[in-house]
């Protein structure tokens, strides 16, 4: 990087005071969350002096000449090779990503799932296991019932927020405790230092899948959880036109689930790595409203007489306010209800009935989304297991986007009086 101040060779002085913040700034430190997503990770000066990083396209990278190649490899030089091992703009986005969690290192995969996958399978061999509290996304519990148990690595869910249960559950073959928080869709609350407390003194890794959370609101890798991992198709893209995922933690940890990704090539493509970087630049701004919207709706829908129960951690009512309270920003965008004396039936005219949000699966983007769980994803699932997992008949997700929070209210209630 450039700077006005004289060049000093001596190795021992300090850097210029510009280069010294500039260095901050791209690392994210002391600076405030909405500097940090928009500068952090970029170089001052770009390629062609412009403002944006570059789309760079090439799927191969060359060298010009022998030694070339040979100081590539044995310097680990910061530069790319072939388009399934890195890109440009990856590197930027991760580093991005690495700041906003307070992360030595980021992998980015092309989805949440991927990551998620690359990171069981890079940490997991045969005859060692993996415990989950079991508010989980269904299919990261599909892959291990299913999947990661044919290749020998045993899988075990706890009640959630049953840190004795946890802890019980933990044998000399645990080698991983995973959790997500909040939980998707009841948004249960893990004390995080706790979780982490419980794999330090058991010598297990604890991964938090922090999707709905975002760094903005909460930062699980301060507490001492080891890794942290988002689907970036949610808020961090947050326009709903991506699809990627992302591991943040230390060097040591992330290396070899750098290392299979290369393998497995689970990549994402450079326009979307450019689609992420510049979502991110509005991360903070778009979580203010996200966090409003969910706290003012949840709110509403508490004191409607057609609405039975709302899962909202915002809520003094919600079983983990206090641990919400105590280590959030805020509590998100996504908000349950429960539709009082109402079949499934009668639950799906409520979500036709909205105007404003749009029915369909995911959440964290601009435009609000609403379903019905029980036919958006448990559809195939028994009644017992339905009722295993806590989704009921009469169950609405909301995922607030960023519309005007009076337009929200004044739609779901035109929707609740049908």
């Avoid at 010294?20 to 002391?30: P, Q, T, Y």
């Avoid at 000449?65 to 986005?93: K, S």
Wanted: charged content about 20%.
């Amino acid at each position: 990087m450039t700077s006005p101040e004289p060049h000093r060779s001596s190795g021992s002085s300090p850097p210029p005071p510009s280069a010294a913040f500039d260095a901050a700034l791209r690392s994210g430190r002391g600076v405030g969350p909405s500097t940090a997503a928009v500068h952090a990770g970029e170089a001052r000066q770009k390629l062609a002096d412009a403002i944006t990083d570059p789309i760079v396209s090439a799927s191969t990278y060359t060298f010009s000449d022998t030694r070339a190649i040979l100081d590539f490899i044995e310097q680990d030089l910061p530069r790319e090779e072939y388009g399934r091992y890195g890109n440009p703009g990856e590197r930027v986005v991760e580093a991005k990503l690495a700041a906003l969690d307070g992360g030595e290192m980021a992998v980015l995969f092309s989805t949440g799932m991927a990551a998620l996958v690359g990171v069981l399978m890079a940490h997991l061999s045969a005859g060692e296991e993996v415990v989950f509290f079991d508010q989980c996304y269904h299919r990261s519990r599909e892959f291990c019932r299913r999947h990661l148990t044919r290749f020998g690595v045993g899988f075990r869910e706890v009640k959630t927020g049953d840190y004795d249960a946890m802890e019980a559950a933990i044998s000399p073959r645990t080698k991983m405790v995973v959790s997500e928080s909040p939980t998707n869709p009841h948004l249960s609350i893990v004390d995080c230092g706790r979780f982490a407390d419980i794999g330090r003194r058991h010598g297990v890794l604890t991964l938090i899948d922090a999707t709905l959370c975002t760094p903005y609101n909460h930062r699980p890798l301060a507490d001492g959880v080891d890794l942290v991992l988002h689907s970036a198709t949610k808020y961090l893209g947050g326009h709903n036109d991506l699809l990627a995922g992302v591991v943040i933690g230390s060097r040591e940890k992330l290396e070899p689930v750098r290392n299979l990704r290369g393998i497995m090539g689970g990549i994402n493509s450079p326009h979307n790595c450019y689609l992420l970087e510049r979502g991110l630049k509005t991360l903070a701004l778009r979580m203010e409203r996200h966090n409003a919207n969910g706290l003012a709706v949840a709110r509403f829908l508490e004191a409607h007489p057609r609405v039975e129960r709302v899962y909202y951690p915002g809520l003094e009512s919600h079983p983990y306010h206090t641990v919400a309270t105590e280590s959030m920003r805020g509590y998100g965008g996504l908000v349950t209800f429960l539709v009082k004396d109402a079949d499934w039936q009668q639950t799906s005219r409520v979500v036709d009935a909205a105007r404003i949000l749009r029915i369909g699966p995911s959440l964290g983007g601009v435009e609000s989304l609403i379903e019905q769980p029980l036919v958006m994803s448990y559809w195939n699932y028994s009644p017992a297991e339905r009722q295993t997992f806590g989704i009921g008949d009469n169950m609405i997700r909301l995922a607030l986007g960023i519309e005007d929070t009076a337009d929200l209210i004044a739609d779901l209630g035109r929707a609740l009086e049908r």
